[in-house]
């Protein structure tokens, strides 16, 4: 059965409105989660690393104002659009890394089943 | 720099074999990964290969040639439901994945 759960798994929403995705580890409890973003027919591209209890790290060009990333406890993680536009409207993908300390780098990566989101 | 390539699409025959590629170049490495992914839906694990050699997975196998910067992925027996795009993804020395585009692959009757 599915490992981590993610929701909702699609939403359309007006230009300018936010919006909230979830990601729930069912039976691990992860001190990090990987937010991912997914174009047509491109390769997942890492969006920020969050970790629970404190802030979550970013990568270059992902704006951290945009993309509010909320990891309260051991098994949810939070993504929240803010004021969407329609060059937002893409595939995320939250995931979990198996492990846990230094590992959770060199472990396979369960991912939840992705929010298609169309912004209009 | 680093980079990963994979063949961006491949057709096979249904109870064939098909050995997808994957070459890449990185200042380190922590261990190469193979993920399914069906149209419309998330990455799924397959496989994990950190030392040099053949991993066996029913009918799925993987392997790996650090020196050469190399790794295949063989799907025997080939089914219809084998059809989607295969992720070839690096670990890289900062922890890093770097992913490939995906190849994707048709199964024909």
């Known amino acids: 059965g599915a490992v981590v759960s993610q929701h909702p798994s699609w939403v359309i929403c007006k230009s300018g409105t936010s919006v909230k995705i979830e990601c729930r580890s069912l039976?691990?409890?992860?001190?990090?989660m990987f937010w991912y973003r997914q174009f047509p027919k491109q390769s997942l591209m890492l969006m920020a690393t969050?970790?629970?209890?404190?802030?979550?790290?970013?990568e270059q060009g992902v704006e951290k104002d945009k993309f509010l990333i909320n990891h309260a406890s051991l098994t949810l993680s939070t993504l929240t659009v803010t004021s969407a536009h329609p060059e937002d409207s893409s595939f995320y993908i939250c995931?979990?890394?198996?492990?846990?300390?230094?590992?959770?780098?060199?472990?396979?990566?369960?991912f939840g089943n992705g929010t298609r989101l169309t912004v209009t | 720099g680093q980079n990963i390539d994979q063949p961006t699409e491949m057709t096979a025959t249904e109870g064939a074999i098909v050995q997808i590629n994957c070459t890449y170049q990185?200042?380190?490495?922590?261990?190469l990964f193979w993920y399914q992914q069906h149209a419309g839906e998330a990455p799924t694990f397959l496989s994990y290969?950190?030392l040099d050699g053949l991993e066996e997975k029913g009918r799925f196998s993987s392997f790996l040639s650090r020196s050469k910067g190399y790794s295949y992925l063989l799907l025997k027996e080939l089914q219809m439901k084998d059809s989607a795009s295969y992720l070839c993804?690096?670990?890289?020395?900062?922890?890093?994945?770097?992913w490939g585009a995906g190849t994707k692959l048709i199964i024909k009757p």
């Open positions: 995931s979990v890394p198996r492990a846990g300390g230094a590992e959770i780098y060199n472990s396979p990566l369960h």
């Open positions: 039976d691990f409890q992860a001190t990090t």
């Open positions: 969050s970790n629970e209890g404190s802030k979550a790290t970013y």
């Open positions: 990185t200042s380190g490495f922590n261990g």
């Open positions: 290969n950190v």
């Open positions: 993804a690096h670990m890289d020395s900062n922890y890093q994945l770097i």
